[in-house]
């Protein structure tokens, strides 16, 4: 029996990926080569990330709140506020240094942002405390200021 020999350079005998919408139809199709070339793009960006949220915690470690606070904001709008990890340092930045506002606002962008997935109900309790936690430390803060003036 002889064995038939595939030509992988011709167009027609490279394995696709369907790729499939929210209502199931296919929305588009793409090589394996070019699955692959992406996979490892996201792998590349991942690691990228990874690495840049280690300056940012070593930044935060050694007191440079300023350039941790500028690599956290990269990565939270590089993730479009949805990564909580990064959003929770920031906030926790922006706590230590007694920027209600500006945590009040970031806790308020992701939480936006967050709650467009539906896999997401423990993340949005902890903004939701958190956010309390800011309210009443902006009350007490307020007071405070009011009583020395």
Same mark, same amino acid.
């Given at each position: 029996?002889?064995?038939?020999?595939?030509?992988?350079?011709?167009?027609?005998?490279?394995?696709?990926?369907?790729?499939?919408?929210?209502?199931?139809?296919?929305?588009?199709?793409?090589?394996?080569? /070019?699955?692959?070339? &992406?996979?490892? %793009?996201?792998? #590349?960006?991942?690691?990228?990330? @990874?690495?840049?949220?280690?300056? =940012?915690?070593?930044?935060?470690?050694?007191?440079?709140?300023?350039?941790?606070?500028?690599?956290?904001?990269?990565?939270?709008?590089?993730?479009?506020?949805?990564?909580?990890?990064?959003?929770?340092?920031?906030?926790?930045?922006?706590?230590?240094? /007694?920027?209600?506002? &500006?945590?009040? %606002?970031?806790? #308020?962008?992701?939480?936006?942002? @967050?709650?467009?997935?539906?896999? =997401?109900?423990?993340?949005?309790?902890?903004?939701?405390?958190?956010?309390?936690?800011?309210?009443?430390?902006?009350?007490?803060?307020?007071?405070?200021?009011?009583?020395?003036?």
């Amino acid at each position: 029996m002889k064995k038939i020999s595939e030509d992988p350079s011709h167009p027609s005998n490279v394995p696709v990926i369907f790729i499939y919408g929210h209502n199931g139809e296919i929305t588009d199709k793409i090589s394996i080569n /070019e699955w692959r070339a &992406k996979k490892e %793009e996201a792998q #590349l960006i991942n690691e990228l990330e @990874i690495k840049l949220y280690r300056e =940012s915690i070593q930044y935060y470690t050694n007191r440079e709140f300023s350039k941790s606070e500028d690599l956290l904001l990269f990565l939270i709008t590089q993730t479009d506020y949805t990564h909580y990890e990064y959003v929770e340092r920031l906030a926790n930045l922006y706590r230590r240094q /007694e920027k209600s506002s &500006k945590e009040k %606002e970031l806790l #308020l962008k992701a939480r936006k942002n @967050i709650a467009a997935f539906d896999a =997401s109900e423990g993340i949005l309790k902890r903004i939701d405390k958190r956010l309390e936690k800011n309210a009443t430390a902006s009350s007490k803060d307020h007071r405070h200021s009011y009583l020395l003036n």
